[in-house]
């Protein structure tokens, strides 16, 4: 495979990826707009990190135990839609109860986090397929790409929701909800039609 095609490939494959990951991101930074350049960082790392691994799994289990990771893979929108709207609910309800997701500044939980790490990248198991003839070292460069991209593309997510955080304090929690429910459903329909 020529390299130059490869590298687009794996590009265009993380920008695809990253797309629900930079919604949430973008919500992340609507519900807490002072947030540091280090959690920033942390938040877009975290999904960067998973969406690195996801593919690598994928092509994993792709490799080795193909035929139930293909039972498993009609469960992917079921997850991503559950866990989104887990995450999206609970916005939604302490926007309208006006309470904080955690004690302190309403900071968004390492636990949910890692939920809504997962349910972004969840779908990019599936890459796994895509990537399934190639080599390890190639399918590790793939998803180091996908992985490097999603990290720009979050920390962009991040700081626009920053920006509209603050002109939108108060709804910030109910408009970050309905954004991840979106993504859930989107995910869920995407993924079943």
């Known amino acids: ?28 930074g609507l519900h807490e707009p002072h947030m540091s350049h280090k959690r920033m960082l942390g938040i ?37 839609l559950g866990l989104l709207c887990y995450i999206g609910g609970k916005m939604l309800y302490d926007g309208i109860a006006k309470k904080e997701t955690d004690e302190e500044n309403g900071k968004l ?40 991209v999603t990290l720009v593309i979050c920390l962009a997510g991040i700081v626009l929701g920053r920006k509209f955080g603050l002109m939108l304090a108060e709804r910030a929690n109910i408009l970050g909800g309905l954004i991840l429910i979106g993504i859930g459903i989107e995910i869920f329909l995407t993924g079943i039609f």
């Open 44 to 80: 877009a790392g975290t999904y960067a990190g998973f969406q690195f691994l996801m593919p690598l799994i994928g092509w994993i289990c792709v490799s080795t135990i193909a035929s139930y990771f293909k039972a498993f893979s009609r469960m992917i929108p079921w997850i991503a």
């Open 109 to 148: 939980s390492v636990r949910e986090l890692m939920i809504q790490g997962i349910a972004t990248s969840i779908d990019a198991l599936s890459v796994g397929f895509t990537i399934a003839s190639y080599s390890l070292p190639a399918a590790l460069c793939a998803s180091l790409i996908i992985g490097i």
């Open 1 to 28: 495979m020529n390299l130059l095609l490869f590298v687009f490939n794996s590009i265009m494959l993380g920008v695809g990826l990253a797309m629900d990951a930079f919604c949430v991101s973008m919500t992340n």
